[in-house]
């Protein structure tokens, strides 16, 4: 999938007008595992809520591209451009979601084969055996029992096993690419990393495409080979994993990585970043970052950075090149 200067506005009457998702632009390579990372209402949600054009209203997509290549296809198809029965054609089928806290969403009164099978009648008539069938492989792929897992009421299962419920679900249709929004969030740190474990063995499996959102680093580094940035709707910084691990561009790329306590391997070193993002009703003008950011001068505060391209990666800051000499002569490497 191609985005494509996707925008998505929320109209709030007489509140004015937030814009959500702004000029944002990004590839998903076939079977990649990409993070979408910042934090909270930075816009990743809104995002990927965009991908499958299910924005709720007050919101809509304002403008943008969200070209698909089928496979074998010479021309990608534009999602935007399709009618909603098309489109809805396409969800779970092509491109399957899991929301933002959806493990608690489950219907507490139906057993999960039940789910599992409205599911996936709900995108394509099946039989209720074959559905079964396809949901047991489904589970074991997430390292769950069926015989036992069918047969229990969603609070039977841990929240650990509820969110493996939910990714078995969306395997249901095969789908070509899944979107993760905060899949472990809730979840203590061993689970978390067990779920992490399994989503890389899935995508390993199936070739699937992957887009996980989170707005903790420490979950980007175990799973995904490259990431996206995000800060007040819009991209800031795009690398290769191992590359912004290594040398992040962007201050606010930086102050992220400072605030994983596991990098530095001690609690002490951890420093949150400053401050708080902006109201996105009233985005500073310039950088959107730079009441926060420590590197700020008056072009920042005048100015919006472009997203350039640099070598294989891409960064929005008006002096990345400054931080990187300033930063590693206040901060050498261990
Ligand atoms: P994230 O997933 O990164 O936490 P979201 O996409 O949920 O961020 O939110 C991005 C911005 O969009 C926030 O400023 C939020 O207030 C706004 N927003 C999200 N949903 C709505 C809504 N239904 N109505 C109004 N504003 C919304
Ligand atoms: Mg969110």
Redesign the pocket.
Known sequence: MQVRDLQ?T?D?GRHGR?V??DNVSFDLGRGEFVA?V????????????ALIRL?????FISSGRLLWWEDGGREPVDLLQLSPAQMRARRWRDIAIIF?GAQNALNPVMRIAEQMIETARAHHPMPRSEILERAAQCLRMVRLEPSRVLRAYPHELSGGMRQRVLIAMSLLMTPHLLIL??PTTALDVITQAHILEILGEIQEKLGLTMLL?T?DLAVVAKTARRVLI?Y??RIVEEAPTEALFETPYHPYARGLLQAVPTLRGDLTGKRPIPGV?P???RPPPGCRFHPRCPYADEVCRQLEPALEEVGGRRVACHHWQRVLVEASIQEPHP
């Not at 934090?39 to 990743?44: L, M, V």
């Not at 924005?55 to 919101?59: E, H, I, L, R, Y």
């Open positions: 998505v929320f709030l937030l959500a998702v979408l910042g934090e909270s209402g930075s816009g990743k949600s809104t995002t990927a809520l924005v709720p209203p007050p919101g933002q929004d905060e959102l707005h995000m007040a709707g993002p109201d996105l009703r």
